[in-house]
C-alpha cells in the first residue's frame, strides 16, 4: 500500500520562506515522478513543481518560477519544495504526488498515488 505523506505547512508572513516535506512508503521511491500541486478555496488543483526520477530535471508553474525549489532524495524515499519570498497567493493546501508526467508550465498529469495535504497561508 502506497502511502505518501506531507509536512512543513505554516502560517507565514508575505516575504518568509517555508520548507515543505513529502515521504513516501509502498513504493519503488526512485522509479517515480514526483511533483508539488496546490489548491485555494474554490480553484482548481495547480501543478507547482514536478521533478523526475532521478532529479535531473526540473519544472517549475510561472507564478512559482525562481521563488520555489524542488529537490528529492531517493535514499531517504523524501521529496521537498523549498518556498522562498512566499506571497498571500500563494496560500493553499500543497499535496506531493507520485507516478505521473512532467510538463511545461504547471501542466502534471496522470500521477497515481497522493498524499493528505498540508496547509500553507500566507498573510501580507
Known amino acids: 500500500q502506497v502511502q505518501m505523506a506531507e509536512s512543513g505547512g505554516a502560517s507565514v508572513q508575505a516575504g518568509e520562506s517555508l520548507r515543505l516535506s513529502c515521504t513516501a512508503s509502498g513504493l519503488t521511491f526512485d522509479d517515480h515522478t514526483m511533483a508539488w500541486f496546490r489548491q485555494a478555496p474554490g480553484n482548481g488543483r495547480e501543478g507547482v513543481s514536478c521533478i523526475s526520477w532521478s532529479g535531473a530535471y526540473t519544472y517549475y508553474a510561472d507564478s512559482v518560477e525562481g521563488r520555489f525549489t524542488i529537490s528529492r532524495d531517493n535514499d531517504k524515499n523524501t521529496l521537498w519544495l523549498q518556498m522562498d519570498n512566499l506571497q498571500p497567493e500563494d496560500t493553499a493546501m500543497y499535496y506531493c504526488?507520485?507516478?505521473?508526467?512532467?510538463?511545461?508550465?504547471?501542466?502534471?498529469?496522470?500521477?497515481?498515488?497522493w498524499g493528505q495535504g498540508t496547509q500553507v497561508t500566507v498573510s501580507s
Open positions: 504526488a507520485a507516478n505521473g508526467r512532467c510538463g511545461d508550465s504547471g501542466h502534471y498529469t496522470d500521477f497515481d498515488y
